[in-house]
């Protein structure tokens, strides 16, 4: 739950005026060379707002696909957790070991984890593509 909550507020982080827009985008430089990261929203409901965080990539390659998450944000409580992933869906909290899909144990907290260093590297390494105007 801590992670699901850091994971909350590092996305209110990036993405300013979060109320009014629909995306997001940014450059992120690691070592010599840059990549961006993409945030849209996919759906707004009252109490939920559900995410496609990726990472944008060019190069064309089929056999190697750019990380996409599916995050849903809670904003009663404050918490975002990793609903899907490249069209993986219904992860469970745990998963007996071995299972016929190979997820590890604790998939599910892997992949909010992981979320949380991806967002903290875009934090620290990136600078928006758009124009920020705050209010």
Known sequence: MAQCEANYWLLLKLTPGFEARDSWQFAVEQGASSWEMRIEVTERMRYTTTLRVSRVDDTGSDWLQSPQ?????????????????????????????????MYQSDEKSQFNRFLGEWLHHCLKNGHSLHEIILS
């Open 69 to 101: 998450l599916l995050v849903r944000l809670y904003h009663d409580a404050a918490l975002a957790e990793v609903l899907a992933w490249e069209g993986h869906r219904r992860l469970e909290v745990r998963y007996d070991y071995p299972n016929q899909k």
